[in-house]
């Protein structure tokens, strides 16, 4: 059996001689054709004396992005994949290992003889007429170094023209007279340079805006842009008008007349073709379905237009996704048709196709780090789509979990958890007072219950009740709230052993950890996000949540701890404090392949009025996987406090008032699934007031010497289902003073194998840490 040292040292090999595979991946010449080269890439150079430095450097680079082909990819200046490739030699069948690395991790050389040079200058030429730079030159020419090569283009850029004046549609039509009227907020500006991707831009946003008044038959290419460039100095004219070809049926604003919704749709076979007595006639739609699955309101909510309405793209939309955002559908079609009664109308038709009404979803997790915590959870859910008739989503949970160590300081005091959970969500707010706003996505109703049961082998076990009411809602993609009006948490321990309760004489605050907690009262969440948007190259995360326990109560009773009024309801203290926690992502694409991702957390909680600390549970704590990843979870702080040796070997986990959390982390993929990482975390706890058992934990203004600090380098596998992350770290600086110092990098040896034992951290754990 190896061990655990001996594994850490194994691991650190492993990874070390993958990082020197790479290192060594370079664009190898060796292999190419007889008389070809190896295509290194190409560089754009724009001539032109009136473009300021920034804007000729975009220019430059939008240039560059259009030649082709693109050359091997490049990691730190080398050429991992082209390496792979020449590694893997010819595979004599289309299966196997060889295969795999040559055509799956490896690419082929890209060859000079596959660059047309010509054609290259050609698409140069067209972008930047395309800008407005008419008449302008391009030429290229190609640089030799041994078996490489790379291609130098020069693009002398013409005088831009500008925009002199816009012509809009002039005539009396409907039409002409709709798009008139949007010239206010025009893209086409007298003065700007001309970009015919800016026509374009334009014509779409007048279709948009059209869509809204009724056409839905018009569309961009109905719309003809005469330019002018005869004016002279370099000043064209634009004439926008109405192709003569536009059909009749796209001039026209169109209205919307049945409305029908299928809410049982099988995509198999025709189930459109229900008989009218299965039709339920409710408000101004019609409901086919033979089994009445829903109640009809479930759909009154979802729909946005209205028996005589002009056809409204905003509203087309707000309804498709307010289908899709009941969870209770699998496929959401629409199709619009026009009526054969009633000219320029539409009959509206919604086909619903049904996901399975009750599911089981099973999961199951593991993790283990090298300070010795090995650890495995289960859950099972089970869940209803429709529990009422009205789309609610009814869900029932069991769950179950152990973290043990099988060797280190904490050995013996294992964590088993074991609880449940039922839930019921109502697509709608159930409130006495009426609100349904124009979100694309359906306001919801959360009530929740659930049990959990901690058991601390040979120290203690705590069962946590927790039950709550709240709100949730989305303003738009990117903005989430939630609104737990009630959030209620009572915790109760039993089976304290003797051991523990010698640990609390010998530290009083461990005595914290087994009190009983009554904790009630309101908490709020708010999320933005715009992390999902690929093509931003600065995107951001964002989350702050609020919770006040007891500050209602603690008013109207006039609990004051200090004052020994203590008030207690089922002859327990009920906790009463206000606390905030932000989390602050920023994220900034480096390259295709490569970002550089931090975090900030900030936090703070203060009791007051029935308590003098916040319920254990509600502190702050750092450290683990996912947060300092070269220390132990919840073992560092509050501020310079340094556990004191235990004959026993437990090790308590230590909390905080407040909370401060740094992190970075350069990210950049290898090859295939696999991707690399290179980390530091920096953070620590206090608390607001001084406490004796806990001497150097209180917050002060040297907090920033106070910081642990911890370093890293780590894989990451992309499994399409999900992301295994495995990190290597080790401390650099603890918060405490050693010998004189904080830094513990300080006359180290690295190849030690009781350093190795003593400082890297080994973790394995599921999904990105932020």
Not at 21 to 38: A, E, I, Y
Not at 560 to 575: A, E, L, M, Q
Not at 609 to 627: C, L
Request: aromatic content about 14%; glycine content about 8%; some cysteine.
């Amino acid at each position: 059996m190896i061990s655990r040292p001996d594994m850490k040292i194994t691991y650190l090999k492993s990874f070390l001689v993958l990082i020197s595979l790479f290192m060594v991946g370079c664009g190898n010449t060796k292999f190419l054709p007889k008389g070809d080269l190896l295509y290194i890439g190409g560089k754009v150079k724009v001539e032109d004396s009136t473009l300021n430095r920034k804007m000729k450097k975009q220019l430059q680079s939008e240039l560059a992005d259009l030649l082709r082909p693109k050359p091997n990819k490049k990691i730190l200046g080398l050429r991992p994949k082209l390496f792979f490739y020449n590694l893997a030699g010819e595979p004599t069948k289309d299966k196997g290992f060889r295969y795999w690395l040559r055509n799956k991790v490896g690419e082929p050389p890209v060859l000079f003889s596959q660059v047309d040079l010509e054609h290259n200058e050609a698409v140069l030429r067209n972008y930047v007429e395309n800008k407005g730079f008419f008449k302008s030159k391009t030429k290229s020419d190609s640089t030799r170094h041994g078996k490489r090569v790379k291609v130098g283009y020069t693009v002398a850029l013409a005088k831009q023209y500008k925009i002199k004046e816009v012509f809009w549609p002039e005539d009396s039509t409907a039409l002409s007279q709709s798009i008139s009227k949007l010239k206010r907020r025009s893209l086409l500006v007298p003065g700007r340079p001309y970009d015919l991707e800016t026509i374009k831009l334009e014509r779409e946003r007048i279709d948009a805006r059209l869509k809204e008044k009724g056409y839905y038959f018009f569309n961009p290419d109905y719309i003809l842009a005469q330019v002018d460039s005869t004016k002279g100095n370099y000043e064209l004219s634009i004439r926008l008008k109405i192709k003569n070809e536009t059909p009749s049926k796209a001039k026209q604003p169109y209205k919307i007349n049945d409305i029908v919704v299928y809410p049982n749709y099988s995509i198999i076979g025709d189930s459109t073709v229900y008989k009218r007595k299965h039709a339920i006639q409710y408000d101004d739609f019609t409901i086919i379905d033979t089994t009445q699955t829903f109640n009809p309101r479930v759909f009154s909510r979802a729909l946005y237009f209205k028996k005589g309405d002009f056809y409204n793209r905003k509203n087309h939309n707000l309804s498709l996704n307010r289908f899709v955002n009941l969870g209770t559908f699998k496929f959401v079609k629409n199709e619009f048709r026009v009526d054969d009664t009633i000219p320029n109308t539409l009959n509206a038709y919604y086909y619903l196709t049904l996901l399975p009404k009750k599911f089981i979803r099973l999961e199951l997790g593991a993790n283990t780090n090298s300070a010795g915590y090995t650890g495995t959870d289960l859950k099972i859910n089970w869940s209803n789509r429709n529990f009422f008739g009205g789309a609610e989503l009814f869900s029932l949970s069991l769950f179950g979990g152990a973290d043990f160590q099988i060797s280190g300081n904490n050995g013996g005091y294992n964590l088993y958890t074991f609880g449940g959970e039922a839930s019921l969500i109502w697509p709608r707010l159930v409130a006495p007072f009426h609100w349904d706003g124009s979100s694309q996505f359906v306001p919801k109703t959360k009530v929740a219950v659930s049990y959990q049961l901690q058991s601390r082998a040979q120290l203690y076990t705590l069962n946590s009740f927790k039950s709550s009411f709240g709100y949730l809602w989305k303003e738009n993609a990117n903005t989430e709230h939630e609104l737990k009006v009630l959030d209620v948490t009572f915790v109760s321990a039993s089976k304290v052993t003797a051991l523990y309760r010698e640990e609390i004489a010998q530290n009083p605050s461990l005595a914290k950890v087994i009190e009983k907690q009554f904790i009630f009262g309101p908490t709020y969440s708010y999320t933005f996000t715009n992390t999902n948007s690929k093509r931003k190259k600065n995107t951001f995360y964002f989350n702050a949540e609020l919770d006040l326990a007891g500050n209602i109560t603690g008013l109207v009773t006039g609990a004051n701890i200090k004052k020994g009024d203590t008030i207690k309801i089922f002859d327990v203290p009920f906790s009463q404090y206000a606390k905030i926690k932000t989390d602050l992502r920023y994220y900034l694409k480096l390259g295709k392949d490569s970002k550089l991702a931090t975090r900030l957390i900030l936090g703070a909680g203060y009791a007051y009025g029935n308590n003098t600390e916040m319920p254990y549970s509600k502190q702050f704590v750092i450290g683990g996987a996912n947060s300092l990843r070269a220390f132990r979870a919840q073992s560092i702080g509050p501020g310079t406090f340094q556990a004191p040796p235990n004959a026993s070997g437990f090790l308590p986990d230590e909390t905080g008032d407040m909370k401060i959390e740094i992190n970075a982390e350069y990210r950049a993929k290898l090859f295939s699934i696999v991707e690399g990482a290179l980390f530091v975390d920096a953070g620590n706890v206090w608390l607001l007031n001084p406490k004796a058992s806990k001497p150097g934990g209180e917050f002060s203004h040297d907090f920033l010497k106070q910081m642990a600090v911890g370093t890293g380098a780590g894989l990451r596998f992309d499994l399409s289902f999900l992301t295994l992350r495995t990190d290597f770290a080790f401390p650099i600086r603890q918060p405490y003073s050693v010998n004189g110092s904080n830094w513990i990098l300080k006359d180290v040896n690295f190849a030690s194998r009781d350093w190795i034992k003593n400082n890297l951290i080994f973790n394995i754990a599921i999904g990105y840490p932020f």
